[in-house]
């Protein structure tokens, strides 16, 4: 990515308009009981404020030792000219190192550092931050019916749509596992199907799926489909029935019912709503995961629903 560098000019304190209203001041009479008691001085705005300014100490519990000298600078300007994730009126580095209540400001300011650090521009991370931070969607999923695995009750909700024929999706089972180990009272997952229409055998996957979920086993059927995935043929899925100990004739019978058909249908139909064109997709409390694709990355907004 091409940085851009940038002039900034520090900003000079009005002269006075003329002598004459200098003299004019002096001409007054400096009575003790008139003199009024000097205005608390207020911090400057992080717009009105020069380079030489800034808030430039790195806050506490953020690290900033991978970024080069430009790279400090960017970070630097958008952390003193972006607002508090709290809503308050200071500024994010303000708020990490004066205001310890807003954990949220302090996971913005440490997500400032990352995309820095991946070749972000001023405006760009101010960007992210915005729909990150300050205006999130939150989406309400339906997942009545869909496989979890966590307890019911857990604070923080992770919705993931597959698809059984996409690469990512297999890599992303094991960030799930590794999720659920990190959060096992914490954290519940729930599994959604969004087969593509380019992948041959992913639906009659989801629906194989679906119907070993009638009988109980859809984790263990789903696992192994994933093991399975470059070759998701009709005999294989039926061997995987077998395998995993399903009442065959009854998961035939289901695998072709409008039941299964219509669950899968509900599945791809509720991520069409949201706008999913590619797999996976990933929502944490209702909001679309927009971190990479590990399990920091992952964790991190864990953290942050949790803190909040």
Not at 22 to 41: D, K, N, Q, R, T
Not at 42 to 68: M, Q, R, V, Y
Request: one cysteine or more; proline letters at 6%; aromatic letters at 8%.
């Amino acid at each position: 990515m091409v940085r851009h560098a940038r002039r900034w000019q520090s900003r000079r304190a009005p002269r006075a308009s003329s002598l004459a209203s200098v003299g004019l001041f002096f001409a007054l009479p400096l009575l003790p009981s008139a003199m009024a008691a000097p205005a608390e001085a207020k911090p400057a705005s992080p717009e009105s404020k020069g380079a030489a300014d800034l808030d430039t100490a790195p806050p506490p519990g953020i690290d900033i030792s991978k970024l080069d000298d430009y790279e400090r600078k960017v970070f630097f300007r958008v952390v003193n000219r972006e607002p508090s994730s709290c809503g308050k009126g200071h500024s994010l580095i303000y708020s990490v190192k004066h205001d310890p209540g807003c954990k949220r400001s302090f996971y913005a300011v440490r997500y400032v550092a990352k995309l820095v650090e991946a070749g972000y521009t001023d405006s760009e991370v101010s960007e992210e931050l915005q729909k990150r931070y300050h205006d999130p969607v939150h989406t309400e999923i339906d997942v009545s019916r869909a496989p979890s695995k966590g307890p019911s009750g857990a604070r923080v909700t992770v919705v993931e749509f597959v698809d059984y024929e996409c690469p990512h999706c297999r890599s992303a089972q094991a960030l799930m596992k590794q999720v659920l180990d990190t959060y096992p009272r914490q954290v519940r997952l729930c599994f959604k199907h969004f087969p593509l229409s380019g992948h041959t055998n992913s639906r009659l996957a989801a629906e194989a799926a679906t119907a070993a979920q009638k009988q109980g086993k859809f984790w263990p059927y789903s696992d192994k489909v994933w093991d399975n995935s470059d070759n998701l043929t009709p005999a294989v899925l039926e061997k995987i029935a077998k395998d995993v100990g399903l009442d065959v004739a009854r998961w035939r019978g289901d695998l072709t019912s409008d039941e299964i058909k219509a669950a899968v249908t509900k599945d791809k139909s509720d991520g069409g709503a949201l706008g999913i064109n590619s797999t996976p997709t990933i929502y944490i409390n209702g909001r679309k995961y927009a971190g990479r694709h590990d399990i920091e990355s992952l964790n991190e907004w864990v953290d942050e629903e949790l803190g909040k």
